[in-house]
């Protein structure tokens, strides 16, 4: 298998994570590939039409994106425990904390677009004052939401998102005691050490 890969996406990096977790990154051929809103990166465009990263190009089967669906994907093709639980409270909530982790990161990349990355004069500070509500809203909720249920795939999507917050100097969570102490400790599992995040956005 292929996964289209970037360095400093949050995303993808969930998804290499992931497959680290269940012992299954060695069957990954990774390849980085630049992608942003104004740059069309056409390999990417052939695999996903919405032309993002990650994608996991399979020899039995079409590509598969996004991250969420990639990780349930392979979360099918190994035997040890899923980290997706098949039912029951934990499914719902391992699908909730997922879903949070995801909304803060597309948060922040919003925030950026209203801080850095658009030209100054077309940027918008109300829209921005939002972004920042929202992430201090998520991490408030974080801090008292977070599960200690065994490893699954709301917690890494969580690392990898509060991982690319920090990477990208956007708000900070490390006010939250207890949410700094759960990353501090996922941050040195051998699959977050082996998926740096580096590199700048390419527009």
């Not at 990096?13 to 977790?21: D, G, I, Q, T």
């Not at 939002?130 to 490893?151: C, Q, S, V």
């Not at 969580?158 to 941050?187: I, V």
């Amino acid at each position: 298998m292929i996964l289209y890969y970037q360095t400093h996406s949050p995303f993808a990096r969930k998804a290499l994570v992931f497959a680290h977790e269940i012992g299954i990154a060695g069957q990954l051929e990774v390849i980085h590939h630049e992608t942003s809103p104004t740059l069309r990166n056409m390999r990417v465009y052939a695999e996903n039409p919405l032309g993002k990263v990650p994608v996991l190009l399979r020899a039995d089967g079409g590509p598969v994106f996004d991250s969420d669906v990639i990780c349930a994907y392979l979360d099918t093709l190994h035997d040890g425990p899923k980290l997706i639980p098949a039912e029951g409270e934990a499914r719902w909530q391992a699908l909730r904390l997922q879903a949070v982790a995801q909304g803060l990161a597309q948060t922040g990349i919003g925030l950026r677009w209203e801080t850095e990355r658009r030209p100054e004069h077309l940027r918008y500070a109300p829209l921005a004052e939002g972004f920042r509500d929202k992430i201090e809203a998520t991490y408030d909720w974080l801090e008292d939401a977070l599960d200690d249920a065994a490893l699954h795939v709301g917690h890494v999507a969580l690392a990898t998102a509060l991982s690319w917050m920090a990477f990208r100097e956007l708000p900070s969570f490390r006010q939250r005691a207890r949410l700094t102490c759960w990353f501090d400790a996922f941050e040195k599992r051998p699959s977050m050490l082996a998926t740096p995040l580096s590199g700048e956005t390419h527009d």
